[in-house]
Structures are given as structure tokens and as C-alpha cells.
């Protein structure tokens, strides 16, 4: 089974500030995918990395794929009140998972205006 | 344009009762999948369907019976329920070349009472 670790668990911060979350597993991953969950809603999916090093930007989302693929992050420049919600990355195994994601516990992210 | 749609969105019963809920996706995509969301925000996957196939079926007891009449649509029903069946029922799809890349609908909120 795989480890993987999101920190941190828990963020509250004012708008406007920066934020990083961190994803780590001691596995290799062929790709990984960030969702969001807001609310009283369904996950979402952000980005999908799949190259070593890569680097996605989605708008003031900037998400890294760690060169060794066993790692990522997600940096939100200048947080507003609607990125709050919970944010999952979910690691995919070299080979085939049929659609078997596993999700972590993800980092619940509160925004106050 | 909803793409992946749930009904109920509520449904608070009692123990012992049976119930179903609805599943539809108009995305064109061949798999399907329903997963649980426990109180700490886990999300597990309980089944997954493609092309009305059974292809993942995960621990989960038998009392839960999946049922995809076409590959557009997946539903889930409960026989017997117990209170700890209480969490939230979130459906999704995924084309089947990218089964990493899943879209989820707005969930179903169950309470066993």
C-alpha cells in the first residue's frame, strides 16, 4: 500500500496572504491529480501532472510535480475567500488502477475576507 | 448542463429500511463509480462500472447492490440500513482512456436514523 501524506491538515489564513499544501508518498507515481472539494458539493478536479519537474499554472494556482514523481505541491498566490475548501491530491500507481483512486485526508483550507 | 447528477440530494431514514439512490452522467463516458465519504472526509471507493460491467468492488457489504442499466447512468441500493451506512454518497464518471480524471457529482447526503 501506498503512504501518502498531505500537510497540513488543517490552514486558516486572511485573504490576500500566500499558501503552499504539500503532497508526499515514499512510492513513484506515474501521474497525480489535485481535486477541490467545496462545501455541500462534489470534488473537482483541478490538474493532472504526469512529468517529473513539471510545472502547471491555473490562474493563482501554480501546482509542481516533484522530479522523482513521490511528490507534489500547490501554491495559491493571494488566497480570496473562495478557494476555501478541502484540497486532495490523488497519486496514481504506475500500472493499472483500473479508476481506483486513492484520496487522503486532504487539507482543509479556510479563507476569512 | 449538469454533467454528472444525483438524486436525492437528502434522504434521512430509518434503520432497516431500503432505499436507492440515482446516478446519471451525460458526458459520454464509459465509467462510472460511487464512493463514500465518512465524517473525517475520507473518500473510499465502493464500486466502479464500465460499460455496465462490474469492475471494482471494493470491501463493502452486501446489503449495497450497484445497478447500471446503461453506461450513462449507475445506482446504488441499500438494503437493510444500518446507522453506520450514514455518510455522504458521491457518483462519478470517467472516460475510460483517462480513468485517473473523474468528474463527481454534488453528492447524497445520507442519515440513518
Known amino acids: 500500500t501506498q503512504l501518502l501524506e498531505q500537510s497540513p491538515q488543517f490552514l486558516s489564513i486572511q485573504e490576500g496572504e500566500n499558501l503552499t499544501v504539500y503532497c508526499n508518498s515514499s512510492s513513484v507515481f506515474s501521474s497525480l491529480q489535485w481535486y477541490r472539494q467545496e462545501p455541500g458539493e462534489g470534488p473537482v478536479l483541478l490538474v493532472t501532472?504526469?512529468?517529473?519537474?513539471e510545472v502547471k499554472k491555473l490562474k493563482r494556482l501554480t501546482f509542481q510535480f516533484g522530479d522523482a514523481r513521490k511528490d507534489s505541491s500547490l501554491h495559491i498566490t493571494a488566497a480570496q475567500p473562495g478557494d476555501t475548501g478541502l484540497y486532495l491530491c490523488?497519486?496514481?500507481?504506475?500500472?493499472?488502477?483500473?479508476?481506483?483512486?486513492?484520496f487522503g485526508q486532504g487539507t482543509i483550507l479556510t479563507v476569512h475576507p | 448542463d449538469t454533467a454528472v447528477s444525483q438524486t436525492p440530494k437528502y434522504l434521512v431514514t430509518q434503520m432497516g429500511n431500503d432505499k436507492s439512490i440515482k446516478c446519471e452522467q451525460n458526458l459520454g463516458h464509459d465509467t462510472m463509480y460511487w464512493y463514500k465519504q465518512d465524517s473525517k472526509k475520507f473518500l473510499k471507493i465502493m464500486f466502479s462500472?464500465?460499460?455496465?460491467?462490474?469492475?471494482i468492488n471494493e470491501t463493502v457489504p452486501n446489503r449495497f447492490s450497484p445497478k447500471s442499466p446503461d453506461k450513462a447512468h449507475l445506482n446504488l441500493h441499500i438494503n437493510s440500513l444500518e446507522l453506520g451506512d450514514s455518510a455522504v454518497y458521491f457518483c462519478?464518471?470517467?472516460?475510460?482512456?483517462?480513468?485517473?480524471?473523474?468528474?463527481f457529482g454534488p453528492g447524497t447526503r445520507l442519515t440513518v436514523t
Open positions: 462519478a464518471s470517467s472516460p475510460s482512456d483517462r480513468l485517473d480524471e473523474q468528474y
Open positions: 501532472v504526469v512529468t517529473g519537474g
Open positions: 490523488v497519486p496514481n500507481p504506475r500500472g493499472t488502477s483500473y479508476g481506483k483512486l486513492t
Open positions: 462500472y464500465n460499460n455496465k460491467e462490474l469492475i
